[in-house]
């Protein structure tokens, strides 16, 4: 490709909305551009490395043994109606009805319709396992889509399916799954990690998320530097302190706390760690009738150390909480605890509530927490003595760094990262519900058990920016980078000795294999360098009339810090030698 007839449209200046890094610098770049909220044009030059991406994914799931196919980015509802998704899944779940009136869904993940082929075409025991996938557009109506591609609203994912004929085989076809994403991430040239995960909404009691660490990343991972272990923040376990609980040493004495309605300001004024404070949280659970009305709600107090954030995740699986809960109303709160809250806690209470102690909060001792009286917090409250042993204890807290590990290896370490795939194992819970059977080597109709797969393909780019970049730009790994290559070539119009070694080297590149791009614009040499630093290709070859005196030309990395000299009859076998390392 020459730069003559490709379209290279830099920026000096990212777009006022632009937030993080890769958003900034895409645009920057070329290589989106934005049409409304969350919608994003793919320039070329982003296209490129949106292409390379879905080719290394196609590549490693054809390895695998997936089969491609193709569903529609429109759906019937009938289909989302038979799993409950349709009404489920909330407002970012795009609904819309057709000129007869009849529901339509923009797909976001495409669960229900490749069940639906596969209780078509599969019959039997004998056509199974199968594995099928897409790579195609998706749409999720974020409620604010922001940070580019990272979180927008239309994006591209490869969705992948397996069917298998019982739980043994179907965690078999996980782990082939979960070992060809390790081959995608290895390609990619990106530093990730493979984090058990909670499987949320898609359902399913195996799952792995794949992070690509960036310092902007919106999730946390845990992990072990001593082992293997590591999990996203919903999922890390908060062992139970293997101390027990010491002696009561203190009298139950109600203080004065004016103003101090949170656990930060009475730890300060009454000069104690935070992490003798305890936080009460109070949430409430609902039971509807058959018309969706609330006939009656159970109102829980969720006892936490004051230095420890509660995992919603944690608290949702809960006895009692599966179904769902949400933050009590002020008017349920001054029911049950006969205050507002800033001031509450456990001890004379007004009604009863379900009390559930995080692990930590169960084996404290002499702890603080509110009064249930405004301007008052209680000290040196104990179990046993001055209220009841908690009716559960559970672990419904974040983990911290410091931490244990689950796997007892070692302390637990936090980074940031950012979710690029995820691998779930999902067992009957849409063929249930869609009655997608196949006949046994008994002959009865059994259920097949499913496991799904999703990687996405724009967000990719975003996250390896994140990962990879500089001051000047865009730093790529060689496999995603628009170009592999670029010949630049200093006076192409003035010099015929340098436009004739330019187009050598341009030559010998491609019928290497190499993608490269000869820039023919007769641009300056600053402006040339800025471009191609910002669009971040790895590899720079500069040609000029004084190197040629010389018989070399200047060889530069993307991450070199500066250029290198090398003769013209080596150029081919060294930047192919950079590439192969």
């Known amino acids: ?110 669960e229900e319709v490749v069940t639906d082929v596969v209780r078509q075409e599969v019959r039997s025991y004998k056509q199974l396992p199968k594995n099928f996938y897409q790579i195609q557009t998706k749409f999720r109506d974020e409620r604010r889509p922001r940070f580019g591609l990272m979180r927008g609203r239309e994006f591209i994912m490869k969705d992948a399916y397996s069917f298998d004929r019982d739980m043994a085989s179907a965690k078999a076809s996980y782990q082939v799954m979960a070992g060809a994403y ?10 990730y990690r493979a984090v058990a995960a909670d499987s949320g909404a898609i359902g399913g009691d195996l799952s792995e998320e ?46 004065p706390t004016p103003g101090k309605s949170t656990c930060e300001d009475v730890a300060a004024l009454l000069n104690v760690p935070l992490s003798t404070t305890v936080k009460s949280l109070v949430l409430a659970t609902d039971t509807l009738n058959e018309q969706g009305e609330i006939v009656k709600s159970q109102v829980w107090l969720l006892l936490l150390r004051g230095d420890h954030d509660m ?116 067992g009957t819970k849409y063929s249930k519900a869609m009655n997608a059977t196949f006949l046994g080597e008994d002959g009865k109709p059994q259920f097949l058990e499913m496991g ?47 436009k004739a070694e330019a187009e050598r080297v341009y030559n010998g590149l491609l019928a290497a294999g190499v993608d490269v791009i000869l820039d023919d614009r007769g641009e300056r040499p600053g402006a040339m360098f800025a471009d191609w630093e910002l669009i971040g290709v790895p590899h720079r070859i500069t040609i000029g009339d004084k190197g040629l005196k010389d018989g070399v030309v200047e060889y530069q990395h993307r991450r070199d810090a500066q250029s290198s000299k090398v003769s013209t009859a080596d150029i081919l076998a060294h930047v192919q030698a950079r590439l192969s390392a």
């Open 311 to 426: 995992n919603e995740v944690k608290v949702g699986k809960l006895p009692g909480m599966e179904g769902g809960f949400r933050f009590a109303t002020l008017s349920e709160i001054e029911d049950h605890f006969g205050c507002k809250p800033g001031y509450l806690g456990p001890v004379n209470l007004k009604k009863p509530v379900h009390v559930v102690a995080d692990r930590d909060v169960s084996v404290m001792a002499d702890w603080i927490c509110g009064a249930n009286e405004e301007d008052f917090h209680i000290t040196g409250v104990n179990w046993g003595r001055d209220l009841p042993e908690p009716a559960l204890v559970a672990d419904i807290r974040n983990v911290v760094a410091g931490d244990k590990s689950p796997d007892g290896q070692g302390e637990l370490a936090i980074e940031r990262g950012i979710e690029v795939g995820h691998v779930f194992y999902l």
């Open 182 to 191: 390790r081959k995608i991430f290895d390609r990619f040239g990106l530093t």
């Open 1 to 110: 490709m020459k730069a003559s007839q490709f379209l290279i449209s830099t920026l000096k200046e990212a777009p006022a909305d632009a937030e993080v890094v890769s958003h900034k610098l895409m645009t920057r770049a070329g290589m989106i551009k934005k049409l409304g909220a969350g919608i994003y044009n793919y320039m070329p030059m982003g296209l490129r490395v949106i292409r390379k991406v879905e080719a290394i994914v196609r590549e490693e799931m054809n390895r695998a043994g997936a089969i491609e196919m193709t569903m529609p980015v429109v759906q019937p509802a009938e289909l989302w109606q038979e799993t409950g998704r349709f009404d489920k899944m909330g407002p970012e779940l795009l609904r819309i009805k057709d000129r007869h009136g009849r529901d339509f869904v923009i797909q976001p993940t495409s």
């Open 452 to 498: 799904c797969y999703g990687i996405g393909v724009t967000r990719l780019p975003a996250a390896a920016i994140e990962q990879n970049h500089d001051e000047r730009g865009i730093i790529w790994p060689d496999a995603i980078a628009p170009f592999t290559a670029v010949v630049c070539p200093i006076g192409m119009d003035r010099s015929e000795a340098v």
């Open 210 to 255: 794949f992070q690509v660490i960036a310092a902007t990343g919106e999730d946390a991972i845990v992990y072990c530097p001593s082992s293997s272990y590591a999990a996203n923040m919903e999922k890390a376990e908060a062992l139970a302190p293997s101390q027990p609980r010491g002696a009561a040493t203190q009298a139950l004495t109600k203080t």
